[in-house]
């Protein structure tokens, strides 16, 4: 792993229309590293990858993609840069089987999964490949939704609470493929309110507090955090 960013994001603000949001959000990920953004709910963390990924109009600040500032560029250059952004709605098709919603978005970038693949790291997506989106549980949409991305080639995923009112078995399900992911060289940027998901995945984690990066720590100093993350999440 390279101790260069692979992304570097400096001085990040953002706006919802007059609504001043992100407040200089620093961050640094390298290649192949899994990162998790912990914060409560409205503390800016939706919002932080919105931004990185284009879809606020309003920002400022540096997006840096391997030496490249991504905030001027479109959406679609942006995910042609490698970025894959799986929202925590998820974005299913509900009148399409798995097998079309898988086949929906364009290659991007190589390197892709193949559908073959995806089916190999989800094999309940196999078992459900021409159910609609409306008969998956919650958890099979997840899992979908970040296969979709996965096909698409992107190199840099980023998951917006992907355990959310899921069962215990589908989070294990989803952390394993987290880790699989990352074992094959995906660089991952994850927000999560739920730490004891997160200790598992992630190599280091920025907490956020009113649109803020109020600490960062890696994942083996977590423990030492305990007194901070109570005060913060309220866990």
């Known amino acids: 792993m390279s101790d ?6 400096r001085g990040l ?3 919802y229309g007059e609504s001043h949001v992100l407040h200089g959000v620093d961050l640094a990920i390298r290649e192949g590293e899994t990162v998790t953004l912990l914060g409560r709910n409205g503390a800016g963390k939706t919002t932080t990858l919105r931004a990185i990924m284009g879809i606020l109009g309003r920002r400022q600040g540096v997006v840096n993609l391997r030496g490249h500032d991504l905030l001027r560029l479109p959406l679609h250059r942006v995910a042609q840069a490698g970025l894959g952004y799986v ?3 998820r974005g299913i098709f ?4 798995v097998e079309e919603n898988l086949m929906l978005p364009p290659k991007v970038a190589e390197g892709g999964m193949s559908v073959a693949e995806i089916y190999e790291l989800f094999p309940n997506l196999l078992e459900r490949r021409w159910s609609q989106g409306t008969k998956l ?3 099979e949409q997840q899992m979908l939704a ?3 991305v996965l096909r698409t080639g992107a190199k840099i995923l980023l998951l917006d609470e992907p355990t959310e009112g899921l069962a215990p078995v589908i989070i294990q399900r989803i952390g394993d493929v987290l880790v699989t992911l990352k074992a094959r060289g995906m660089t991952i940027l994850l927000v999560e309110q739920n730490f004891r998901f997160a200790r598992k ?3 280091r984690f920025y907490l956020m507090e009113d649109g803020r990066i109020v600490n960062s720590f890696a994942g083996h100093e977590l423990d030492s955090h305990t ?9």
């Open 4 to 9: 260069a960013p692979l992304l570097d994001v």
């Open 13 to 15: 603000q953002a706006w």
């Open 87 to 89: 929202p925590e709605e």
């Open 94 to 97: 509900a009148s399409l089987n």
């Open 137 to 139: 549980s919650g958890g």
């Open 146 to 148: 970040i296969a979709r």
């Open 201 to 203: 995945v992630a190599d």
């Open 227 to 235: 007194s901070q993350l109570h005060d913060v999440l309220g866990v």
